[in-house]
């Protein structure tokens, strides 16, 4: 979503609401705090349970720390009462890399579509609504009897796959839509104007300019595959993925190794973020620097 | 090329369409005929037409009290987060001048919803529990001589971590309604001597009718078909539709969960359409 605006759209905000010459309004300063509340009770609660899950073995569920050492990290891996945390890692990634990958593909090629009018065009746009906002608990286990009326086993590459893939593309695709929208159509126009054939524009043109709108959805084709839990919990089979397994521990595991699972989730989806991040921002300097050589 | 535009567009569009139809409508079809069938009592369907299963569902006091336990957590969380998120992205569309500093505000806003929900609802525990930190501070301070027991396992709890989790739904679309409003507009109607209460009653809340209507339907959707966090962070105290729709599944009552599930998409599906009408989404977005 965050690609869904650019600077062009910024670039006039100084002149704001309030008149910018002189002092601010009070609205400045009762918003301003307002905001600091919101991020501060965002992250407040976050950075409580990565800090909490460094306790020694004494540990508790609540504050004061008690000592200091990896004990419960070493535990999550280790012990076999909080199950199987590597297996469910590996097979989360894995799921994650293959929403991402079909999301990827399948939202733009959905969204190149959705550029004109075609007949049914309303009907797949209200299935894709639909589909976004059916409860995903209901949609699991309507997947879940579907393999079983017709005899195919679930799995987390199979069915919990499908399930997933019913809400991670349309998501993709209203975000690609947004990513479309800045689209200068003057460009395919002329690229076709020189003899550019239909692949030609789709891989010379349209590609390279919607590259960090692409990347963006591959960030959410990969968080939100990598977080989802109830599509995923009638669907996933035998084994279980990560989500699946916080939620047994949650239930059962009353140990700061909850928490350091926590925060070794987190860990793996800033370093998400921040790759997509850094590769929006490799893209438009790259881009930048091209343009400055001309 | 030979072949029709229209051909062209559902060649492109086919892919979504081959994942939709096995992975939502025919799920969906699914539950729909299991809700009209019998149940042999262990987990077995009988393929007999019977609208028993709705019968059931709809005269229970059970289900009235359910959907009025979810809806309750609905109107909150939605009211909730539609008051932050409007004002946190009125506060980084309209007071916030250094645009570049505007954009770092609203990626510090999102960064937390690309991770972990169920992590994020069990970081309040240690805050908000009897032993927590915000109970032992008030302790300290000397304002409450009692931990306070509401805080937590509570529909304190529930709405608190729900606006947590979903304020940035509110957020994201809000802001980017607002960032397409012209600022030359709001300057004149300034000039002309409007009040800042006027102007965001007159014009900035019109503009934004499509930003709050897309976070509506997110918040919406989300909060109703959401178990797990009534579940937990009520401590049993609260119970969900869907929470009751898991808990039949588990005893192998597919028809009465069936029942119950259908309708409650229903529901959901007419919220959703109202707020749609009120709105094209699909215009709005690609504009």
């Known amino acids: 979503m965050s690609a869904a605006m650019t600077s062009s759209e910024i670039r006039s905000k100084h002149r704001a609401i309030a008149p910018s010459r002189g002092g601010r309004p009070w609205t400045f300063y009762a918003l301003a705090a307002l905001f600091t509340f919101y991020v501060v009770a965002l992250y407040g609660p976050m950075i409580c349970i990565y800090i909490l899950s460094f306790q020694d073995v004494r540990g508790g569920l609540v504050f004061p720390m008690k000592g200091l050492s990896l004990h419960w990290f070493i535990d999550l891996f280790t012990q076999v009462r909080t199950g199987d945390v590597k297996g ?107 003899g550019a054939t239909a692949w030609q524009r789709i891989w010379l043109v349209m590609l390279p300019v919607l590259a960090p709108g692409l990347v963006a959805v591959a960030l959410f084709g990969f968080t939100l595959s990598y977080d989802e839990f109830a599509r995923t919990l009638q669907t996933a089979g035998p084994q279980n993925t990560l989500p699946l397994e916080i939620w047994s521990m949650t239930l059962n595991v009353t140990s700061p190794s909850l928490y350091a699972l926590g925060t070794v989730t987190t860990i793996i989806s800033f370093l998400i973020i921040a790759a997509a991040l850094g590769t929006i921002a490799w893209i438009q300097r790259r881009r930048g620097a091209r343009a400055g050589m001309r | 090329m030979t072949l029709s535009r229209p051909l062209v567009s559902w060649l492109f569009v086919s892919p979504l369409v081959l994942v939709l139809i096995p992975f939502f409508v025919l799920p969906i079809l699914v539950v729909l005929v299991a809700s009209v069938f019998e149940t042999d009592g262990f987990g077995g369907l009988i393929p007999t037409f019977t609208l028993a299963n709705y019968a059931e569902v709809l005269t229970s006091a059970l289900t009235f009290n359910l959907y009025f336990e979810t809806i309750k957590f609905t109107v909150l969380t939605w009211f909730f987060t539609l008051i932050l998120g409007f004002f946190v992205a009125y506060f980084l569309a309209f007071h916030v001048r250094n645009p ?90 300034f000039d002309v001597g409007a009040s800042r209460f006027d102007i965001l009653r007159l014009i900035i809340v019109p503009l934004c009718k499509s930003g ?76």
């Open chain 1, 88 to 194: 469910a890692f590996d097979r989360s990634i894995k799921l994650a890399i293959l929403v991402t990958i079909i999301t990827v593909v399948v939202s733009f090629m959905a969204a190149l579509a959705f550029r004109r009018r075609f007949p049914g065009d309303n009907i797949v746009f209200s299935l894709m609504i639909g589909s976004l906002v059916a409860p995903g608990l209901v949609l699991g286990i309507g997947v879940g009897l579907l393999f079983n009326a017709l005899g195919i086993e679930t799995s987390w590459y199979g069915s919990a796959l499908g399930a997933q893939l019913s809400w991670t593309l349309p998501f993709g695709v209203l975000v690609m839509f947004a990513v479309m929208s800045r689209f200068n159509p003057a460009w395919e126009e002329a690229a076709r104007d020189l």
């Open chain 2, 212 to 287: 709050i209507a897309l976070g509506s339907i997110f918040v919406v959707s989300i909060v109703m078909g959401d178990f797990f966090v009534t579940k937990v962070m009520s401590g049993g105290g609260s119970a969900s539709v869907v929470g009751a729709f898991y808990e039949d599944i588990g005893v192998l009552q597919y028809p009465s969960a069936a029942a119950s599930a259908v309708l409650l998409t229903v529901i959901l599906m007419v919220a959703v359409s109202l707020i749609l009408r009120t709105v094209d989404i699909r215009k709005e977005i690609a504009r």
């Open chain 2, 100 to 189: 570049l500093l505007a954009i770092g505000l609203f990626l510090l806003c999102t960064v937390p919803f690309w991770t972990s929900n169920i992590i994020r609802m069990i970081s309040w525990i240690p805050l908000l529990g009897k032993e927590g930190l915000i109970n032992s501070a008030l302790l300290r301070v000397g304002l409450i001589r009692e931990p306070l027991g509401f805080l937590l396992y509570s529909s304190f709890a529930v709405v608190v971590a729900y606006v947590h989790q979903l304020t940035i739904f509110m957020i994201v679309p809000i802001f980017n309604s607002m960032a397409r409003i012209d600022k030359r507009v709001v300057e004149a109607a």
